[in-house]
């Protein structure tokens, strides 16, 4: 698999999303993509518990840790790299967490408009 360019949705170089956990469809802690993720796992959120409840009520479990996956669970405050559609399925519901725009990946801006991370910009 071939990682697409790493820029970000403000046009500068990719930045990291988190380490730990450890996130991205690489599992480089970085929301690098390519054409095989078919997820688009671009925009790095940064969790809530709102968030979490909403994934686990449509069906992704994202608490709950899966060691067989060598999934520790995410906890609110966790950063991760979340597939763009269900970012934006997030925001028409009113339950989208803050977007971490210098970790976000420029292919996000093809599911999310640019001004819908805007507004949930992490300070």
């Known amino acids: 698999m071939q990682k697409d360019f790493e820029i970000n949705v403000i046009g500068l170089p990719l930045a990291a999303c988190s380490k730990n956990p450890l996130t991205g469809f690489f599992r480089d802690g970085s929301c690098n993509t390519c054409a095989e993720d078919a997820g688009s796992h671009t925009v790095c959120v940064v969790m809530t518990a709102e968030f979490l409840a909403f994934s686990k009520y449509l069906g992704n479990d994202l608490s709950t840790p899966r060691p067989e996956f060598s999934f520790p669970g995410l ?4 950063s991760w790299c979340l597939c763009a559609g269900r970012f934006l399925q997030a925001h028409q519901e009113g339950c989208a967490p ?3 725009l210098a970790s976000t990946h420029q292919k996000a801006m093809e599911v999310v408009p640019i001004e ?5 910009a992490a300070q």
Request: glycine content about 8%; charged content about 15%.
């Open 75 to 78: 906890n609110p405050g966790d």
């Open 98 to 100: 803050q977007v971490q």
């Open 116 to 120: 819908v991370l805007r507004l949930y």
